[in-house]
């Protein structure tokens, strides 16, 4: 399966929210902790562009996020959002539910983004886990924090399933990507509302 010209739209519209997600997750915690607006912002967009950079750059592909003003424009106000979010009382599900949903987009997406670009099975699965993976890794090492990855689980679990599951459905029932993405992401927030059911 290739990527359609007419595929980018839906998938564009992916990479933007859990850019914005990503973003809105990265902001909320870097401001919880005591950084500074500025320093919030700049963190949700690094948070929120590196997983698109990192699976494009491995992809061989074009940068996306470099050349779309809309991928920094969506970061930056998925970080906005964060700001105000942080003084909530319910700060911590607000971070839980952006970060959930930033993963389980930007993983399902590159899983089957590199699945219908012909990468092999198992290379479509480290990728889109790694990619899924990027944003939140990137947020809690510029933090010093421990990864949410290494530290939570059904994290990393999760993304792997979601990733699987984007594969199979490219691989085996030959959907769209995007719709692909959206079947692998599913599975993620379901796995992930599990897990916040028990928190």
């Not at 990619?131 to 530290?151: F, K, M, P, Y």
């Amino acid at each position: 399966m290739t990527l359609s010209a007419t595929g980018f739209g839906p998938l564009l519209f992916l990479d933007l929210a859990a850019g914005f997600m990503l973003a809105a997750a990265a902001s909320c915690l870097a401001r919880t902790g005591g950084a500074r607006a500025g320093g919030a912002l700049a963190l949700a967009c690094l948070a929120g562009l590196a997983p698109p950079l990192l699976r494009d750059a491995l992809l061989g592909m074009p940068l996306l996020a470099l050349d779309q003003p809309a991928c920094l424009a969506a970061t930056l106000a998925g970080g906005l959002l964060g700001l105000p979010a942080a003084r909530s009382c319910r700060s911590g599900r607000f971070f839980f539910l952006a970060d959930a949903f930033g993963l389980a987009l930007a993983t399902g997406l590159a899983a089957a983004k590199s699945a219908a670009l012909g990468l092999e099975a198992t290379g479509a699965l480290i990728l889109g886990l790694g990619v899924g993976l990027a944003g939140s890794l990137v947020r809690d090492i510029l933090q010093g924090n421990t990864a949410l990855a290494l530290e939570e689980d059904l994290y990393a679990t999760a993304a792997a399933l979601g990733a699987a599951v984007s594969l199979v459905l490219v691989r085996q029932v030959h959907l769209p990507p995007w719709q692909c993405a959206f079947g692998g992401a599913a599975c993620i927030l379901l796995l992930r509302a599990f897990r916040l059911r028990r928190w």
